[in-house]
């Protein structure tokens, strides 16, 4: 595994399945990479998954040192290396960090102009795969703890109402010599029963609709591929049901108890106590509450999404189509000429392709895809001493056609055309927050850079638009958004020399499937030993770098819907329960002459006090918790009043239509029928 030694590689499992057909004799076979035989020494489990926000699935991994790249043994290069180490047990970030801080001062003292000002960031590896999306499941996680508090409410109160229809039952049980104690477990009993059915048909629905919902949403959440059920899952989920069970009968169970049995039996079992009925408008004031809340979290992550679809990444992603492409292994001994002279065949063929409009091909970064830096100084300033003096800018190595494809608003001068080759004086594009950062006040058009690399000397013939590169919410934050452009062709010979692919980026008519099974039949007929890989369209690229906060708004939102259906459904059942305890006072107001809409309005109004007071308590809630979710939100403040008066009245209004239907049975009620009965 040291350079020079005999090539080895490892292979993924997918790829020994799909090419080798799962073969036990895979180990020791040789495999033809770039025209180079390795041999096979290992094959990595499926389970193995390094996904990291620059790297992507892998089927061969090979030793660093066999790496064929030159500039592998320059100091200074940068080839953008990633280190991973196991830390000894006991050691913290904190330590390795401050052991690396002395590594990075002892190279910059031995090598002052290629280290010196170099430092290095040591980051969990699980934080480095998590990444952003900590903050999104911690809000999810309120959300679900919000839904079981609102349910649990909601069943208390059903319960609370049952409990005080079977009154007369329980005087009778205490009449008969059932202590409190013997009532109160009875109770928790039944209602902790209630909780474990409960439990046992939630994850029925989560094992049925798990993998539904990831499928859904594959490239939001980091290590989908590990959720499911497991024994961990089953203990948590048989906790919660027990817990639940007890939480939402505790209340029924103790008021319940606390019933004088003469007074019930002497009732019939046929009124209430004001005291319930205080309890159950607290159970609905607070559904109200919770709803409120994470109605209004929704509504936030929601209009998030909103803003973040209207912002302008810089380019039109409409009908582009990217993809990469590795050339025949002969490329290896071809000279950069002729190299050279491979890329403008392959661009004039799919050019040519049929739904092909324009065509580039892309060695440097991609916006909101991966990204390439530029060390450089302006012509006419001192050279810096050494790298830490110098600025650094994005790079987008790329042909004439790029800015068709990309169709990138052009600010001043032009931008590159095919007489920008190799033979032609050197020239680079750049964007209006390089020339506003370098260039303030000036016509950067004729100015020169120096770029650190080769010393090369660039002259600048036009200004473009800037390109969103970071991401459509973070690009204006990033302390690194300087953009500038060079001709494909005019880069080093001993940087063409390493070219043994690249990526190509196309603006395509009609359907993408077409238009790519068209590229691939035109790359088979150029020679049947390239491929294609990795195609998306960039429309699939914006939109994945809204994946976690679509994510979010949709799982919080079908959160917050089943919050709404909770809320009216409480209310609902408060609502009928009370003019079902007050036909008798509802006869006498009718036979007294009050009309049907004087009840109508009676009951609607008790339950939209009811709604307001929550509403208000919710508002209050809301303004507090919601300011935790600043750091999710785009172009929307966490107290947004639009936001918070819309749900208001939506939950208002839902409240009224489920008062609706008892209030209107209300006014039905008999006045002569009700008398007879009481």
Not at 164 to 171: G, I, K, L, N, Q
Not at 274 to 303: C, D, P, S
Not at 352 to 367: D, F, K, N, R
Request: aromatic fraction near 8%; proline fraction near 5%.
């Amino acid at each position: 595994e040291q350079a020079g030694a005999a090539p080895v590689a490892l292979i993924s499992e997918g790829l020994w399945r799909r090419k080798f057909d799962a073969s036990p004799q895979i180990l020791g076979q040789s495999i033809t990479l770039d025209g180079r035989d390795y041999t096979v020494v290992g094959v990595i489990p499926a389970s193995f998954r390094l996904r990291l926000s620059s790297f992507r699935e892998r089927d061969i991994y090979a030793p660093f040192h066999q790496w064929n790249n030159p500039l592998l043994m320059h100091r200074d290069a940068g080839l953008g290396i990633h280190g991973f180490g196991r830390l000894h047990p006991g050691v913290t970030i904190a330590q390795a960090t401050a052991d690396m801080n002395q590594v990075t001062s002892s190279l910059a003292a031995a090598y002052p102009d290629a280290d010196k000002g170099i430092g290095a960031s040591i980051v969990p590896l699980k934080e480095q795969m998590i990444g952003e999306v900590r903050p999104f499941l911690l809000v999810l996680l309120a959300a679900v703890g919000f839904v079981l508090l609102l349910a649990c409410v909601n069943v208390a109160s059903l319960l609370l109402a049952r409990s005080s229809a079977r009154r007369r039952e329980f005087a009778v049980r205490a009449a008969l010599g059932a202590t409190r104690r013997r009532l109160i477990f009875q109770l928790l009993t039944e209602s902790i029963l209630l909780g474990l059915a409960a439990g046992a048909l939630g994850l029925l629905l989560a094992l049925l609709g798990t993998r539904a919902a990831l499928g859904l949403l594959p490239t939001a959440l980091p290590r989908a591929w590990e959720v499911g059920m497991d024994f961990r899952v089953l203990v948590f989920t048989a906790a919660i049901s027990l817990l639940s069970g007890a939480l939402f009968g505790l209340v029924p169970a103790l008021r319940t108890s606390q019933a004088d049995p003469q007074s019930a039996l002497k009732e019939g079992g046929r009124t209430t106590s004001g005291g319930h009925n205080r309890v159950q408008n607290t159970f609905v004031v607070t559904e109200m509450a919770v709803a409120l809340v994470l109605l209004i979290g929704a509504g936030l992550m929601l209009r998030t999404l909103a803003r973040l679809s209207m912002v302008d990444p810089g380019f039109d992603p409409h009908n582009v189509l990217a993809f990469g492409i590795t050339l025949p292994p002969s490329i290896n001994h071809a000279t950069p000429d002729q190299i050279r002279a491979t890329y403008r065949e392959l661009n004039r063929q799919f050019a040519a392709t049929p739904g092909v409009e324009a065509i580039s091909q892309v060695w440097g970064a991609l916006p909101l895809s991966y990204d390439d830096e530029q060390l450089f100084w302006i012509d006419g300033q001192p050279k810096p001493a050494n790298e830490n003096g110098m600025s650094w800018a994005v790079d987008y190595i790329v042909d004439p056609g790029y800015r068709n494809v990309m169709r990138i608003p052009l600010r001043s001068g032009r931008f590159f055309t095919p007489q920008d080759d190799e033979h032609a004086p050197l020239v680079t594009v750049i964007d209006d927050v390089f020339a506003r950062q370098y260039f303030p006040g000036q016509n950067p058009i004729g100015k020169r850079i120096v770029l650190k690399n080769t010393e090369r000397k660039l002259e600048i013939v036009g200004v473009v638009n800037h390109v969103k590169q970071w991401g459509l919410d973070l690009d204006d934050t990033n302390s690194l958004r300087a953009q500038l452009y060079i001709p494909c062709m005019q880069m080093p010979d001993d940087f063409v020399a390493m070219s043994t692919g690249s990526q190509v980026i196309l603006r395509y008519r009609g359907s993408m499937s077409a238009a790519l099974g068209a590229i691939r039949g035109t790359s088979r007929n150029i020679s049947n030993q390239q491929v294609i890989y990795n195609d998306m369209t960039m429309e699939s690229v914006v939109a994945d770098s809204m994946a976690s906060r679509r994510f979010a708004m949709t799982i919080l939102g079908a959160f917050a819907a089943l919050a709404l259906l909770l809320a009216g459904v409480g209310i609902y059942g408060v609502i009928a329960y009370v003019v079902g305890q007050r036909t008798h006072e509802i006869g006498i107001r009718m036979a007294l002459g009050a009309q049907r809409r004087n009840v109508l309005g009676l009951v609607l109004w008790q339950g939209a006090r009811l709604a307001l007071i929550g509403v208000a308590i919710g508002i209050a809630g809301a303004a507090a918790l919601t300011r935790l979710m600043s750091g999710l939100l785009y172009g929307v403040s966490a107290t947004d009043p639009i936001t918070f008066a819309a749900v208001a009245l939506v939950l208002i209004i839902v409240a009224l239509a489920a008062c609706y239907f008892p209030a209107r049975r209300a006014t039905r009620v008999d006045p002569v029928s009700a008398l007879r009965y009481e």
